[in-house]
């Protein structure tokens, strides 16, 4: 059954520009607003763009058991306080070994004054290091575009599937081309993102990627069985223990995605187990709990978490990375602008040390429905 705002919905997919239907579109809007983000270089930068300059500088000259220790004789306040795996996203980008790098801080001078162990008072970055960072930034959305292009074919199998069409989804249907194009365009010339990662200087595009790759998968596990359910389930998370592993402030997520995949992966309908010539009826609450697959989610995901944090054994070294990621010691809130408790989205969402891009979590996943039907567009 379908409401009425859907068939209303799908009427207006109708009678859209042909241009929409046009499995050119998103790769044209690509180039667009990767045009756009190269015009965005030099504008104003917050104070996290000397953030991540520092970190930069700090897992290139460092040995990774003195990451979380530095702070320059207290001539700084921009020392790491994201998981190791971010640390290490670092130094991939300042890495002598890395080509990029080389190539963008081609000069000798450029490089050294880029990535050099500075205080906070003597940090003002040369217009190729601006360039530098900034490039950083548009290839890391990337990943922002591939998890955007799982979620949004995840929601064409919900508009084939979730309204009682019929099992197959055919890809060359303009209506389904239409709305991945939609869903496409809302998602990657979002304002927000625009605004907070290529002018105030984040990663937030990266890290919403990875985000929205785990809810595509998800979403498109719970339309299938076996192999594919198996794949796209470990694959979601996966993704989502890698985001964690970049941002700790989406530890907030893991109470919803805990219950999701027990319920929806851990318990599962005795239908399943019976031969396919058995045509008796199940009831939908006729389920068992399957151990063999939680151990499986569990080994996966706990894997993922923990391996970054290899390099950094020693109680010492534990004890100071959960130091500088729960800063409790500032009290709730340490400035003004980051409580470290905070109530976003009125009730819904509670977010640990929340900044500006907190609201970011709400919005950009929520984008995936307004294409859906017109009630959701509202």
Known sequence: MTTADEQQGDAVYMHIPAVMKSRALVPIVVVLVTCIKVLLIPSYRSTDFDVHRNWLSVTRHLPSDQWYFYDANETTVHTLDYPPLFAFFELFWSSPHNFLTQFLLSHDDYLYECLALRPDHDNEPSAQCVVFQRATVILSDLIFLMGSHLASKAMEVVACR?????????????????????????????????WLDHVHFQYNGMLLGLLLGSMGCLVQAFFQQGTLLHANILGGAILFGLLVGMKHLYLTLAPLYFVYLLRHYCFVPRSHDNNKNNKSKTSSSSVYFSLPRLLLLGTVTL??????????VSK?????????????QRGLCHDYWAANVFSAMSSFMLGYHVHEKAIMTAIVPMTLLAPQSLGHAR
Do not use: K, W
């Not at 019929?166 to 010339?189: E, F, K, P």
């Open 162 to 194: 979730g309204r009682g069409r019929g099992r197959a989804c055919n890809n060359d249907n303009v209506d389904h081309v239409s709305r991945y194009n939609t869903t496409m365009i809302l998602l990657l010339l979002n304002p927000g993102l625009l």
């Open 303 to 312: 894997v993922v978490l923990v391996v970054p944090f290899v390099p950094f």
């Open 316 to 328: 010492e070294q534990l004890m100071q990375i959960m130091v500088r990621l729960f800063p409790f």
